[in-house]
C-alpha cells in the first residue's frame, strides 16, 4: 500500500520529503496522482488504438500499436504531471486562476486529442456500417460515372446499335405478318390485302418475294447488329464497365476492417446526421458528451489544485522554495566572492612578477653600463 501511495505522490508531481511531512495532505496528493496517472492510462489506450488503424493490415501493426501507445501515454504523463506541479497556491484565487489558464487550455487540447480514438472505438459498431454504406454509394458513383462516359464516348456506335435493333424488331413484325398473309392468299381466304384466289398464284408470288426480300434485309441487320454488339462489348471491357461489380458483404466487411484512421474519423463525424442532411441529434449529444467527458477528465487534476484550499504542504513548498531561492542567492554571493579573492590574488601575483622581472633588467643594463 505505501509503495502505491509513493507512487501516486510522484504521479502528482509532489516533492515527496516534504509531504511526507504532512499526513492530512497525503490523500489529497494521493487523489491527484492517480487521476493523472489514468489519464496517461487512456491517452495511451487511445494513442495505440489509433496508430493501429493507421498501420492496418501490416502484421506489426500490433506491436507499432503498443509502442505509440507507450510513447504517447508517457507524454501524455510527463505534460499532466508538469501542468499539475507548476501550479502555484500562493497570491490570491483569481492570480491562481490566470497563471491556471494557459494550462487548462492545454489540458483541453490534450482531452480533445485522447478522446477521438476512444470514440471510434465506442461507436465502432455504427461506424463499420457508415463506412460500408458510404463504400457501396462510392462503387455506385464509380460505376455510374463509368457508364456515364462510355455513353458520351461511343454515343455514335450506340445510336446506331439501338437504330438496328429498332429495325429488327420492325422486320420481324412485318415478316411475321406477311407470313400470315401469304398463308391466306395461298388458302384463298379474302380480305382487304388477299385476292381470294386459292393456290400459289401471282399474288401469292409477289407476297413471296417482298417475304423474301424482308428475311434478307432482317439476317442483313441482325449480322450487323451483332457485330456491333460484339464491338461495344470489346468497348466495355476495355473500358472497364464488364469487370466493375458492386461490392459483396463479404468484401464490404473486408473494406471496413482495413479502413484507415481518416475514414473511420469522417465515417464518426458523419454519424451525427442523418441520411437527409437533418442533425441526429441523439447521436450528436452522445458524441458531445463522451468528448465533453473526456476533457473535463484531462482538467479534472488542474481544477483539484485549484479548488483545494492552500494547505500545511503548499506553504512548506513555498517555504522551501523561498530558502532554496535565498540559498541560490548566498551561493551566488559566495561565488563572486570567491572569484573576486582569487582575481585579486591573481594580479597581485603578477604584478609582483612584472617587479621583478622590471627590476632584474635594470641591475641587467647597469652592469652592462659599468662595463662598457
Not at 87 to 105: E, F, Y
Not at 133 to 150: E, F
Amino acid at each position: 500500500m505505501k509503495k502505491i501511495t509513493r507512487f501516486f505522490w510522484f504521479c502528482s508531481g509532489a516533492h515527496i520529503g516534504t509531504l511526507k511531512k504532512y499526513p492530512i495532505e497525503h490523500n489529497k496528493y494521493v487523489g491527484i496522482g492517480a487521476t493523472i496517472f489514468f489519464t496517461a492510462l487512456f491517452a495511451a489506450l487511445s494513442g495505440g488504438y489509433a496508430m493501429y488503424f493507421v498501420f492496418a493490415g501490416n502484421p506489426v501493426a500490433v506491436v507499432f500499436a503498443i509502442l505509440f501507445g507507450l510513447i504517447w501515454g508517457t507524454a501524455i504523463f510527463n505534460m499532466d504531471r508538469y501542468i499539475v506541479s507548476s501550479i502555484d497556491k500562493q497570491g490570491t484565487t483569481n492570480q491562481q486562476i490566470l497563471q491556471a489558464s494557459p494550462r487548462i487550455l492545454l489540458a483541453i487540447m490534450i482531452g480533445i486529442v485522447i478522446s477521438r480514438p476512444l470514440e471510434l472505438k465506442i461507436f465502432d459498431k455504427e461506424i463499420r456500417q457508415k463506412l460500408k454504406s458510404a463504400y457501396l454509394k462510392g462503387q455506385h458513383r464509380k460505376i455510374d460515372t463509368l457508364q456515364k462516359t462510355y455513353t458520351e464516348k461511343y454515343g455514335m456506335e450506340l445510336g446506331k446499335n439501338s437504330d438496328l435493333k429498332k429495325e429488327k424488331d420492325s422486320l420481324e413484325k412485318d415478316i411475321n405478318h406477311s407470313r400470315y398473309e401469304l398463308n391466306q392468299e395461298v388458302f384463298g381466304d379474302k380480305t382487304n390485302q388477299t385476292s381470294g384466289i386459292v393456290g400459289y398464284g401471282i399474288y401469292a408470288k409477289q407476297k413471296q418475294q417482298i417475304l423474301q426480300e424482308k428475311e434478307d434485309r432482317l439476317k442483313t441487320v441482325t449480322e450487323d447488329q451483332e457485330k456491333m454488339d460484339q464491338y461495344l462489348g470489346a468497348r466495355k471491357d476495355y473500358e472497364g464497365l464488364n469487370t466493375i461489380r458492386l461490392f459483396n458483404d463479404h468484401q464490404l466487411d473486408s473494406l471496413s476492417n482495413v479502413a484507415g484512421f481518416s475514414d473511420r474519423n469522417w465515417a464518426l463525424g458523419q454519424l451525427a446526421y442523418n441520411e437527409d442532411g437533418t442533425r441526429d441529434l441523439d447521436t450528436y449529444l452522445a458524441e458531445t458528451f463522451i468528448s465533453f467527458l473526456f476533457i473535463l477528465f484531462e482538467c479534472l487534476p488542474v481544477f483539484v489544485k485549484l479548488m483545494s484550499p492552500k494547505g500545511p504542504y503548499d506553504v512548506a513548498v513555498s517555504k522551501l522554495y523561498d530558502a532554496d531561492i535565498h540559498y541560490a542567492e548566498r551561493e551566488k554571493e559566495r561565488n563572486i566572492t570567491v572569484t573576486d579573492s582569487v582575481y585579486d590574488h591573481h594580479l597581485e601575483e603578477d604584478i609582483e612578477k612584472q617587479k621583478k622581472i622590471i627590476s632584474a633588467q635594470s641591475d641587467y643594463d647597469l652592469e652592462r653600463h659599468r662595463y662598457d
